[in-house]
């Protein structure tokens, strides 16, 4: 079965500092990886997706992520967060190529810090 | 465009009370999903309807929690004899076949 490991429960950053928000997977089989936001009091939003192709993904809002298949990887970066960012990040992997039932991370806060 | 619509935003219940929270997914989206978010959790997965297959029941957690999606559209969960462990966001989602999922913005139930 596939699994979803986000390490981080919260970061804390100061603003216009860089962030990296880890996601780590489990999976026997190829996967698509997503990055979805939840600001407070709404659903998630699609940040970006590994679907193939380059391993260096770029989404909206400056942010970017890598797919690293031999550390099973997709860490979320920013090179220089606003107070806007505050949100909670979810990592998300596909069950299997062509199949979108996803299977989510428990969530890191990040908390921008004036 | 009109996203993922959800209502009720919030609902409070009395225990052993039946909800019914409805979904409705953007137009000509063939997919749809039912998520449970619990404070301090990540996303559970609960049901997932695809055009006119069988849907996924599997994440349903027992046998008080049902969903149908009528004509291909508006989805309905029902959460029979509510207990206090219910209380939880509940987020819809619809997609186009084999496309990245759409998120509305859930619905907040709170079982006293």
Redesign the interface.
């Known amino acids: 079965a596939q699994s979803?490991t986000?390490l981080d429960s919260q970061v804390p950053v100061f603003e216009e500092a860089p962030v990296e928000l880890r996601c780590n997977y489990s999976s026997s089989v190829s996967v698509y990886l997503?990055w979805?936001v939840q600001y407070p009091?709404?659903?998630?939003?699609?940040l970006l997706?590994y679907l193939s192709g380059s391993t260096l993904v770029k989404g909206i809002n400056g942010f970017e992520a890598e797919f690293n298949k031999s550390q099973t990887s997709f860490h979320l970066r920013k090179p220089s967060v606003h107070i806007s960012d505050t949100a909670e990040y979810?990592c998300?992997v596909s069950e299997g190529v062509?199949?979108?039932?996803?299977?989510?991370?428990?969530?890191t806060r990040l908390k921008v810090l004036a | 465009g009109a996203g993922v619509s959800q209502s009720p935003s919030n609902k409070v219940t009395e225990k052993g009370k039946d909800v019914e929270l409805r979904c409705d997914p953007i137009s000509g989206h063939t997919a749809l999903y039912w998520y449970r978010q619990s404070l301090g959790q990540g996303l559970e997965f609960l049901i997932y309807f695809q055009g006119n297959s069988a849907p996924d029941k599997s994440g349903l957690p027992s046998d008080r929690f049902s969903a149908e999606r009528t004509g291909g559209s508006v989805s309905t969960l029902t959460i029979q004899r509510t207990q206090q462990e219910d209380s939880a966001v509940y987020l819809c989602a619809s997609s186009p076949s084999n496309q990245p999922q759409h998120f509305g913005d859930g619905t907040r139930l709170s079982i006293l």
């Open positions: 979803v986000q997503f979805y009091n709404q659903g998630l939003q699609l997706k979810f998300a062509g199949t979108y039932k996803y299977i989510f991370g428990t969530g």
